[in-house]
């Protein structure tokens, strides 16, 4: 697999002042929040001064260390904890801990979420850390105790968390996202209660940069505790102690960062770190600050600018704000030098682009501006397109030649297509018309940086920058306007390792970090200062070092171990990633990061619940690695051995919290006591589990009640007065029912309703699908604001759907069902592009989450032709985050077929029969891939006859022929983990396929999987007399994970490579709902034929 948010600081700086709300001033935040106590004597918390900055200058005399709120960009909150359906629970507490040791910070953040419903769920928990830090800790507390995450081999992680999930144990599951954003994977999360995590990351902190704990973007707290300790740079007067700085709030509502300014670095103007052992971190300034800006390579003047304006969904919050900066910016470019003129290109970009203005930029004006806030935050990031606007003549409205100099202002996620080599390509192709730099300007809270400096300092002649926020206007243009150096070699004397191997992308002023391992003989005087000579360039620079905590030094050298390791990987063709170096490059960062706690690209944090878990899965637990923490004299080691972990182990015969008995030849029943409203047999409990047992009896857990083969429930009894069943359907209630559950005959067979003292997941059915099918009209398969959306869709009150789908958005951006409603609103009105564009902003705002990204790519493709590269792209993403996914492999290849790239979808179905999957899971998904593959073997052979025998033999090989028969298949999969949708397939004689009745006369369903995902299927050979069908879905079992969405496919082959494909993406949210689909009314080929829908 090749793994594909910065601080949320002021971009421009004091002289906008940017954030949730941009036009106020920074008076007005200083009156709402006001720290109760700062530093060590007290004094109020400082605000930021404007500043003005032309060139830089030297540090002057040290100031005080101060603690203040300062403005920031709050484009997204920069950590969240959701449902898996996209609802945000409320953060009521954060109690940060931070200790700041000279170029190092090391933070940890206990959080309380609360959540409000009255069920048990998953929760996907998200936070964008700063630049140049890493996640070390993540722990959950666990019936009052704290059990800590491994770090774990990234798939294997996941494999491990889905398979305890589904055990119904309490997992947790953290990984690296895109750039500098983490997600992680929380379950349980009880019912209407709180749930506690621990999350600590250490970072290292170029310059003086100040430390900022990002706040801004945050909903209400309950409780905000801030606690900082900081240690004086080395070489400045006074105490070396600790400085400590708090801030204690209740019921606040952050709109800004706390930042800790410190002071300059006491004269020593160039160089300054930490040491402990053998290792060093220090924090350099390459280039004097007395230096000229001019003097140096690559002096691009701005006569010939393209802006390259980013307008993805990921920038919603704020949006008016920035393009307000905007504006702003151009004007300082245009009079940064009076003397010249600037010709001006300005073009928005997500995934796709519009030229908004060409001209002079004396002569922009709020024409342009007010058309960006027209285009609105929509769609996924593509950076590909938008350079190649520029770079082909046809798709540019300008006239002329392409610039000499591009900036892009985006928030720096790039969530879709082309990436790094990609990228280059695109650059090289602006280089052969002209074009000589690319500067990017970081606005927003997250960011990719090793990609985007990868973009800026290759393929162009120049060497540009990447702007990270917090600059002023007047600087900002100064940087714009003035050489960047690259390629400085860096040498340490006494020194083994050192990275980087060359510094690239600085001006005079700025400061890097430098990492490095000395040799043998590295001494220092007796209170621990140390003092070492290093060379950057031309440039000779003492650098003065002061002793740190042994684990924080190791943590940020093994950060910049496996920083150097990915992007060596990162820079790799696919075949060198595929080669023996790139594996052995995987398990150096593997290796590493393991050894350390530092979490990155290829491993992840995996909480267990437990000891026995972690034993099971082979996971050693003997040779800890130590774990940081915030104690009273600053950075603390929690040294663990074997006797000291928490062991969260629960005897169920005791607790009574999940249990079953089996009947020792058939089916165990029972109930957990997660919820006293849900009862079945007089046993309190959410859910009814189910799983086979062999010989004896035994605990179980599962999902739901099922039947055999020959439609007849199995045999079990629940503990504690519980319930019978044997070959009829019954239910006896050990317990008093405020009423009688209710029956009525379904074609002579009984069925239990569903009462508030009977278990929510009992549905006892034999010929019930044909009641599902029935009834699915008069079910409500949809709840809350959906629902009121999907009523007016129906009722074709299209504006007032629109209407009601563009204040959901706005009021919720980051919520899946509001995006989904938006671009369903606009697909309605046949405004294919800005449906497009809303089904690609799930893409930006979950790009880590292969669910979602395939959910989006289900809307795209029914979009028809102009969807379908979008949905190849991010269907191919999610494919590399969740290769144990069988559904992930056919959703590529069919796609690639509508694209006409045969023999890559053979491939990747050859893959997908390969690929190793978890054991128990996705029952049946062989015949269907097998299926697919030798569709897909007919259609290459008709579109290359030459190459019929290489086909035909690699088909063969995969246990399965070149399918030459008249076939209709209806597939269906679903985007939710541990639920089950269920296939309902009825023909015109009123005959149903179903999971207990697999075959029918007019074909069969292959496969039911019960757990999660899907796919399955109905198969029909040239049975063409059975039309019409109803189909409909039945939402046996919701679980943790929220609504069902997916889709469901019709895929008609005429035996001779000719295809037809229906698609329809679909929404099911309530608990045993039924879905109809309206009748497939004929073949599809029919329906095209004969010009009208097969399918209405």
Not at 331 to 344: C, F, G, I, K, V
Request: charged share 25%; hydrophobic share 40%.
């Amino acid at each position: 697999m090749r793994p594909a948010r910065a601080l949320p600081l002021a971009l421009f700086g004091a002289a906008v002042l940017a954030g949730c709300a941009p036009h106020e001033t920074l008076e007005s935040l200083s009156e709402e929040f006001t720290p109760e106590t700062s530093g060590p004597s007290g004094p109020p918390l400082a605000e930021p001064e404007p500043q003005a900055e032309e060139e830089p200058k030297a540090p002057e005399a040290p100031e005080p260390s101060a603690l203040r709120w300062t403005t920031a960009e709050c484009d997204l909150a920069p950590l969240s904890l959701t449902s898996s359906d996209g609802v945000g629970l409320a953060l009521t507490k954060l109690d940060a801990r931070v200790v700041v040791h000279g170029p190092l910070a090391f933070t940890e953040l206990h959080l309380s979420f609360h959540n409000p419903r009255p069920r048990q769920i998953e929760g996907r928990f998200e936070v964008t850390l700063p630049e140049d830090a890493a996640i070390s800790r993540l722990a959950m507390a666990i019936d009052g105790e704290w059990q800590e995450g491994e770090v774990v081999e990234r798939q294997a992680a996941q494999r491990i968390y889905e398979d305890i999930l589904h055990r119904k144990d309490d997992p947790a599951l953290m990984e690296k996202q895109l750039g500098n954003v983490y997600g992680a994977r929380v379950f349980p999360i009880p019912a209407n209660a709180d749930k506690q995590l621990i999350v600590s990351y250490s970072q290292e902190l170029a310059g003086d940069e100040t430390y900022r704990l990002p706040l801004c973007g945050l909903p209400e707290l309950g409780q905000l505790d801030v606690d900082i300790r900081a240690q004086p740079f080395p070489g400045l007067p006074g105490s070396k102690d600790l400085e400590r700085f708090a801030v204690h709030q209740r019921a606040v509502r952050p709109r800004g960062d706390v930042e800790l300014t410190r002071p300059a670095w006491g004269g020593l103007e160039r160089g300054h770190g930490v040491w402990a052992g053998d290792m060093v971190v220090s924090s350099v300034v390459p280039l004097p600050h007395t230096q000229s800006r001019t003097e140096g390579p690559g002096d691009a003047p701005l006569e010939r600018v393209t802006i390259l304006f980013d307008t993805s969904a990921s920038r919603a919050n704020d949006f008016d704000g920035q393009v307000a900066r905007l504006g702003q910016l151009i004007a300082a470019l245009d009079q940064a030098d009076p003397a010249r003129s600037l010709e001006l290109e300005l073009i928005a970009f997500d995934q796709s682009v519009e030229t908004l203005y060409t001209g002079t930029a004396a002569g922009f004006d709020d024409a342009a501006l007010s058309a960006l806030l027209r285009r609105g935050p929509l769609g996924a990031t593509r950076l590909d397109v938008a350079l190649d606007a520029l770079a082909f003549p046809a798709n540019r409205a300008a006239e002329g030649d392409p610039p000499t100099r591009v900036i892009a202002i985006t928030d720096g996620m790039l969530t879709a297509g082309e990436e790094l080599a990609g990228l280059q390509a695109a650059l090289g192709r602006l280089r052969d018309h002209g074009t000589r730099r690319l500067d990017v300007i970081v606005d927003g809270n997250a960011s990719d940086t090793a990609l985007l400096e990868a973009l800026v300092r290759a393929e162009l002649p120049d060497p540009g920058l990447v702007i990270r926020p917090g600059e002023s206007l007047d600087a900002l243009a100064t940087r714009l306007r003035s050489s960047v150096h690259s390629g400085l070699p860096v040498t340490v004397e006494g020194a083994s390792w050192v990275w980087p191997a060359t510094v690239d992308g600085v001006q005079p002023g700025d400061a890097v970090l430098v990492y490095a391992r000395m040799d043998s003989g590295f001494e220092g005087d007796g209170e621990g200062a140390r003092a070492l000579e290093m060379r950057i360039g031309d440039e000779a620079i003492p650098v003065a070092l002061e002793a740190a905590p042994a684990p924080l030094v190791d943590r940020a050298l093994a950060r910049a171990t496996i920083d150097a390791y990915q992007r060596q990987l990162a820079a790799m063709s696919d075949e060198a990633f595929a080669s023996e170096q790139g594996k052995r490059l995987r398990e150096h960062v593997v290796d590493t990061s393991v050894r350390a706690r530092v979490l990155s690209d290829y491993t992840a944090l995996l909480v267990l619940e437990t000891e026995d878990d972690y034993d099971d899965y082979g996971i050693p637990r003997d040779d800890l690695a130590e774990i940081l923490t915030v104690g009273s004299e600053g950075v603390e080691a929690l040294i663990r051995d074997q006797t000291e972990i928490v062991v969260a182990a629960r005897n169920a015969f005791e607790d009574h919290d999940k249990y079953a008995f089996g009947s020792g030849s058939g089916m165990g029943f029972g109930a957990s006591e997660e919820e006293d409203e849900d009862v079945w047999g007089g046993l309190a409990g959410e859910e009814v589990f189910e799983a086979s047992t062999y010989g004896s009896a035994r605990a179980v857990a599962a999902d739901r009640i099922r039947l055999d083969q020959s439609g007849s429930p199995l045999e079990g009894h629940g503990v504690g007065g519980g319930a019978g069943f044997g070959g009829g359907v019954s239910a006896t209630s050990a317990g008093a029912s405020a009423e009688a559950p209710r029956r009525r005959a379904l074609s002579g067979v009984e069925a239990i309703d569903r009462r508030r003292r009977l278990a929510e997941r009992v549905l006892l059915e034999v010929d019930v699908p044909r009641h599902v099918l029935d009834e699915a009209d008069h079910s409500k398969p949809y709840t809350g604001r959906y629902a009121e959306f999907m009523a007016l869709l129906t009722r074709e009150e299209l504006d007032a759907a629109l209407a009601l789908a563009t204040a959901w958005v706005e009021e919720a951006p980051g919520e899946v069902l509001a995006m989904v409603a938006l671009g369903q609103a606009y697909a309605a009105l046949d405004r294919s592009e800005d449906a497009a564009r809303a089904f690609g902003s799930l893409i930006d705002l979950h790009p880590g989450r292969a669910d979602i990204r395939r959910m989006a790519g289900a809307r795209l493709e029914a979009l028809g032709e102009p969807g379908w590269a979008l949905a190849l792209d991010t269907y191919s993403r999610a494919l590399d985050q969740r290769p144990d996914h069988p559904t992930a492999y056919r959703l590529v290849a069919w796609t690639q077929v509508k694209l006409g790239d045969l023999e890559a979808a053979f491939d990747t179905l050859e893959a997908g029969l390969s690929s190793p999957y978890p054991e128990g899971r996705f029952y049946g998904y062989e015949t269907i891939l097998r299926q697919d593959l030798g569709i897909v073997a007919a259609t290459w052979i008709a579109r290359a006859p030459e190459r019929e025998a290489e086909i035909r033999e690699r088909t063969q090989a995969r246990y399965t022929r070149v399918n030459t028969r008249e076939s209709l298949r209806v597939v269906l999969n679903w985007e939710t983990d541990t639920n089950d949708v269920d296939l309902h397939v009825m023909d015109k004689r009123g005959q149903v396929a179903f999971h207990g009745s697999l075959a029918i006369p007019s074909g069969a369903l292959v496969a039911d999987v019960t757990t999660g995902y899907g796919p399955e299927a109905f198969v029909s050979y040239g049975r063409w007399s059975a039309f019409p069908y109803r189909i409909g879905l039945h939402y046996y079992s919701r679980g943790p994970m929220g609504y069902g969405m997916g889709k469901l496919q019709v895929i008609e082959h005429d035996g001779e490579g000719g295809l037809e494909f229906i698609e329809r993406p679909f929404v099911i949210m309530a608990d045993n709902a039924a879905l109809n689909f309206p009748d497939l009314r004929m073949r599809p080929s029919t329906a095209r034929e004969r010009g009208v829908d097969a399918m209405k």
